[in-house]
Every structure is written in C-alpha cells, then in structure tokens.
C-alpha cells in the first residue's frame, strides 16, 4: 500500500489579540530545548519543527504511514507539540491559510530566504500564507510523472474543499481560499502542461533553473510535482485546514487519486488532454467559490455545483479508496464537510457571533489545538 506524509503550515498568533507574532525562532528553540530534556536512557525523540519563509509560521511533517487512522494520530499529536512549544513562548498556534488581521511579515533568516526576498521583492514580503502539502509515495519517476499527468483536473476540487483563507489584511477577500490567488503570483506556481516522461519533466526542471529566475529545485512551485527530497508525488494546492480530520480526508483523496492515475498509466490510458488556461480557470474558481459557490467540473471543465465536484472526486478514486479500506472514512468526511463546511465558511461565521477578526483567529487556536465545537 502506498505510503502518505502530509505537511503543514501553521500560524503564530496572540493569545488576546489575535495578531501574528514573528516568534519562529523562539518556538524552534522551545522544541529544541525539550529534545534535549528527555529522561537519560528513554529512546530518543527528536521533532519535526521546520521555519518556513516568514517568522509568522512554523512548519510541522509527519512521518509517511499507510493507515488514515495513523495520519490522524500524526497531525493531532503534532498540532498538540506545535501549541505546547507555542505556548512557551507567548503564542498560539492557528490552522489559518491567511491571518485575518492585517500584518507585515517578517522574512526568516538565512541565506535561501535573503535571497527569496531580493528576488521576488514584494511578492515575497507579502508572502504570509500556509498550505497543506500531501505526499503519496510511487514507484518510480516514470510512475510519478504518469500521475501527474493525469491528475490535473482534480486538484482544483481539493483546492475548493480544503479552502481557509477568505481574509486578507483585514479584509473579507471575496474569496474562499486567497491563499491560492497570493501563492500563484510566484512565477512557477500554478497547474503544468503535460508532461509526458519523466525525462521531459525532468528537462523542463533543468530549464527552469536555468533561467536563474529560481534558486533551487525547491522552488519548482508546481500544483503537483515530483518531490525533490522523497520518492514521493507532492500534491501542494490545499490550504492548512482548521480540523485534524480534513487533512486526513484530503490525504485518503490523493492517495486515491494517486493509485488511480498509476492503473490507467499501467493499463494504457492516455491523460485527459486539458489546456493549462482551463485548468487555470478551475482554479481560480475553485479559490472564490470554495463550497459555496458554483466549481469547474473536472471531466467536462463546465460548470457544476460543489456537490456535483465532490461527488465526482469520489467516484474517480472509489475503487482505490475501497482497496486501501478508506471508502467509508472518505464518504463520512465528504458528507461532513458539505454539510458544515470548510474553513473559509466557519471563519466567516465566527466573525458573524465574535464579532472581530481578532477573536476569529483566536477561536480557530483552539479548534487547531482540539478544542471542541465550531461557529
């Protein structure tokens, strides 16, 4: 069974205000610290803490696992780990695509993020955003070029599910997930062309390093690409979700996902032959509307109800779901989240009965760290 990581972004904030706090490097250095205070002769635990561009964030993977149940116990436990570190340092931790109140981050330091900055000027300063990355082992890079090839039509719907960033500087965006429209100012971020062999992606990579306009493989900011550190697919297009269990449920699709792109390789299916403008369409549109408005449909690129994209998704992938003993999860998780929605609908309802975007950020804290209940 294919084995599935998952990544995720997490904001720092206030506890009574609510406001970003660029408090990274004090976070890390708590985990740090609690390395090093383990019992003499326990085994040896180590973290999984990373900083990410701006000091606003810390970054947290699991370990790749191939029950669902185990990826929960993953990213609960890790959630958990983030807020008690947090809390060490005078901050909480918030599953939020985007801060709801303004801010100005703070670029990290180190000389990769120096150099983001000066290249990317603006961009990159105002680059505050935190996603939800799902990696999916495969056997090889023709396999793994194979799948990315013919999953490009789905990812927006996982975009769509997974949105939680409808506030930007303060403002209601309009958009369910504006993450996805800051992220894509980046010059290589976005949905590809088809590919064809591994041979023909791994010369557009070459190609694009060669501009000089990136740094490194890292930066190849494709929706779905081929990890440049694991044998994995790394599907890149979900925002961090406020709930444990969607991450899970996103997890489940692109394994999914994943398997049935490999059996049509195997079997000689060739890839729906979809232009990358529409692709960029259902994208966009998968960021305003979210679940509560109308989406692309990814077998006919016209447009459907959320329901109607949902459904869809599922049906594609059923038969691995049901191989992989995650048919029943994924039914549940889909009818749970139609019904109560993603994070942008839950942001927007909170600010409706707290009242200000400073006690929405602090009540998506607590649903981060467990706590119960929602708007």
């Known amino acids: 069974m294919r084995s599935v990581g998952v990544e995720e972004e997490l904001l720092l904030v206030d506890a009574r205000s609510g406001e970003t706090l660029a ?8 985990a740090d610290r609690s390395v090093e205070r383990q ?16 000091e606003e964030q810390l970054e947290f993977a699991t370990a790749p696992v191939t029950e669902m149940g185990e ?20 901050a909480l931790v918030a599953a939020l695509g985007t801060s709801p109140l303004p801010v100005r981050p703070s670029l990290s330091t180190g000389k990769r993020y120096a150099w983001v900055g000066e290249q990317f000027g603006l961009t990159a300063q105002e680059q505050l955003t935190c996603g939800c990355h799902v990696h999916v082992s495969v056997e090889s890079d023709e396999e793994g070029v194979a799948v990315l090839d013919r999953i ?25 997930s504006y993450r996805s429209r800051v992220w894509n100012r980046l010059p290589s971020a976005g949905p590809t062309d088809l590919f064809g062999s591994a ?38 297009v979900a925002d961090v979700c406020l709930e444990a269990s969607t991450p899970v449920l996103l997890a489940a699709l692109v394994r999914g996902l994943v398997e049935t792109a490999a059996r049509a390789w195997r079997d000689g299916q060739p890839p729906a032959r979809i232009g990358t403008g529409l692709l960029r369409l259902a994208a966009w549109r998968a960021g305003r509307s979210g679940l509560d408005g109308p989406l692309i449909d990814p077998r006919t690129m016209r447009e459907t109800s959320p329901a109607v994209a949902v459904e869809a998704l599922h049906a594609h992938v059923r038969e691995a779901l049901t191989d992989h003993g995650d048919e029943e999860r994924v039914r549940e998780g889909i009818a749970r989240l139609l019904e109560h929605g993603n994070g942008a609908r839950v942001q927007r309802a909170l600010l ?24």
């Open 23 to 30: 408090l990274s490097g004090a976070v890390l250095a708590a």
């Open 39 to 54: 019992p003499e002769g326990d085994e040896p635990q180590g973290h999984t803490f990373e900083k990410e561009l701006q």
């Open 71 to 90: 990826l929960l116990e993953e990213i609960t436990r890790w959630r958990a780990e983030a807020a008690r570190h947090a809390a060490s340092a005078g």
């Open 152 to 176: 490009r039509p789905w990812l927006p719907v996982l975009t769509a599910m997974s949105a939680n960033s409808p506030f930007w500087q303060g403002e209601d965006s309009g958009y369910a």
């Open 199 to 236: 041979d023909r992606y791994h010369e557009q990579v070459r190609a694009m390093l060669g501009t000089g306009v990136l740094r490194d493989k890292g930066m190849v900011y494709f929706d779905a690409r081929l990890s440049a550190a694991y044998p994995t697919v790394e599907v890149r």
């Open 352 to 375: 409706r009965t707290e009242g200000t975007l400073g006690a929405v950020a602090t009540r998506c804290a607590e649903i981060t760290a467990g706590a119960r209940g929602r708007a």
